[in-house]
C-alpha cells in the first residue's frame, strides 16, 4: 500500500469516527443517576420497585358504583342506538321497506304499526308495510322499546285528462307525486259523484251549464281541489261549399273538444243530433239564408250563411262556363296543331322540289 493510501485510508476511518459519536446522543451532567437522592420522583419510583407496591401512575382504576350505572347508562344507549330504518317514499297506499338491522338471520321480529301487528321480519331483518291513509305512522318491534315515527305525505293533486264539455264529462287523474290515489270520492261543487280507480282515475259527469267547477277529491286526511272551467260551446260549418237545398256537415265543439250528442236545427226545426266526432248532416233550407242552432244542456250557440242563391248561381255559370271554355280551347288546340303539321308536310315537299330541281 502506497503512502497516499494509508494517508486517504486513515482519514476515511477519522470522518467515520467523527459521525459515530456526533450521532450518540450526550449524557446531561446535571440529571443524576437512578438510586441517588437527587430526585424524589426517581427514588420513590426504585422504593416502589423494592418494596414490590404498583407504581400510582401505572395503577389501573377500578370502576366505582357510578361508573357502572354509567355503563349500563351506555348499554342503554347502545340498545337505543339500535334504531329503524325506513326506505321507500312515505305515501298513502305504498310500501315502505323496514330495517330492524338484526344481524341473526334465524331470529324473526314482528313488526306493529300504529300498534296492529302487519308482518315478520325476513332472516335479512327486513319486512314490507303498507302506508295508511293518515298524517303519521309510528312502527315498532314487538316486545321491544324500539319504534320510529314517519310522517306522511297527504296533498294530492288533480289533472285534467281531456277538455270538460257543458252536460258532458271530464276525465281527471289524482295523484300523490306519482302515485294514485285510490278509491278516494270524488265530488262535483260538494256533492258526490263518483270515486278513482286502481291508476287514480275517474270520469267525472258536469253539470249542462258552461263557467267554472269546484271538483275535488278525499279519503280520509288526503284531499285535493280542483278548478274546472267548462267552456261554452260553438258551431260552425266544416265546408264553404253551401247551396240552397244541398246537405251541410256542421261541427259542434267546446273548447278543442268536440261535443256529442248536441242537439243541432236548421230554421228551428230539428235537424239531427252530432256524434263522437261532435259532426252533423243538415239540409239547408231552399232560401237565401239559413241559420243552425246547437244545443248542449242549458247551453246553445248558432252560426248563420247567407247569399245561397248567389252561389248557386256562381255555381250554375262558372262551372259550366269553365267546361265549356275548356272544351273550345281544346279544340282550337287540336286544330291549330292540325294546321301547323300540315304546313310543316308543304315545306318538305316543297323543300324536295327545290332539291330535284337543284339536280
Known amino acids: ?23 450518540l446522543p450526550a449524557a446531561d451532567p446535571r440529571l443524576d443517576p437512578p438510586g441517588t437522592d437527587g430526585g424524589d420522583v426517581a427514588v420513590g419510583q426504585w422504593d416502589a420497585a423494592e418494596d414490590g407496591t404498583e407504581d400510582p401512575a401505572d395503577a389501573t382504576t377500578e370502576p366505582r358504583a357510578d361508573e357502572e350505572s354509567n355503563d349500563e347508562t351506555s348499554d342503554d344507549e347502545t340498545s337505543d342506538e339500535r334504531s329503524l330504518a325506513v326506505r321507500g317514499p312515505p305515501v298513502p297506499g305504498t310500501e315502505l321497506t323496514v ?102 282515475d275517474a270520469t267525472v259527469p258536469l253539470p249542462p251549464s258552461a263557467g267554472p267547477v269546484e271538483v ?17 260551446p260553438t258551431v260552425a260549418f266544416a265546408t264553404p261549399l253551401l247551396f240552397p237545398g244541398f246537405p251541410a256537415p256542421v261541427v259542434v265543439s267546446a273548447g278543442d273538444a ?15 243530433t252530432t256524434g263522437g266526432d261532435g259532426r252533423a248532416t243538415v239540409w239547408l233550407p231552399i232560401e237565401d239564408a239559413a241559420t243552425v242552432t246547437a244545443t248542449v244542456g242549458v247551453e246553445s250557440a248558432t252560426t248563420t250563411v247567407g247569399n245561397l242563391y248567389f252561389r248557386l248561381a256562381a255555381v250554375v255559370v262558372v262551372i259550366p262556363g269553365l267546361l265549356i271554355g275548356g272544351i273550345l280551347t281544346y279544340l282550337n288546340l287540336a286544330a291549330l296543331r292540325e294546321r301547323r303539321r300540315a304546313e310543316g308536310l308543304l315545306a318538305v315537299f316543297v323543300g324536295l322540289a327545290a332539291v330535284f330541281e337543284g339536280l
Not at 219 to 230: F, L, S
Open 216 to 232: 275535488g277529491i278525499e279519503r280520509e286526511v288526503v284531499t285535493a281541489e280542483r278548478t274546472v272551467d267548462v267552456p261554452e
Open 99 to 200: 330495517d330492524t338491522g338484526s344481524e341473526d338471520p334465524w331470529n324473526t321480529e314482528t313488526i306493529v304499526v300504529d300498534g296492529e301487528v302487519v308482518g315478520e321480519t325476513s332472516r335479512f331483518g327486513e319486512a314490507e308495510v303498507t302506508v295508511p291513509y293518515a298524517e303519521e305512522m309510528t312502527v315498532s318491534i314487538e316486545g321491544e322499546d324500539v319504534t320510529r315515527t314517519v310522517d306522511i305525505e297527504t296533498n294530492a293533486t288533480i289533472y285534467e285528462r281531456t277538455t270538460p264539455t257543458p252536460n258532458g264529462t271530464v276525465s281527471i287523474a289524482a295523484s300523490i307525486g306519482r302515485e294514485p290515489v285510490v278509491n278516494a270520492t270524488v265530488s262535483v261543487d260538494g256533492e258526490s259523484v263518483t270515486s278513482t280507480d286502481d291508476d287514480g
Open 258 to 272: 268536440p261535443v256529442e250528442n248536441a242537439t243541432v236545427e236548421v230554421g228551428g226545426e230539428p235537424a239531427g
Open 1 to 23: 500500500m502506497t503512502d497516499a493510501r494509508r494517508a486517504l485510508f486513515a482519514l476515511g476511518a477519522v470522518v467515520c469516527l467523527l459521525v459515530v459519536a456526533s450521532a
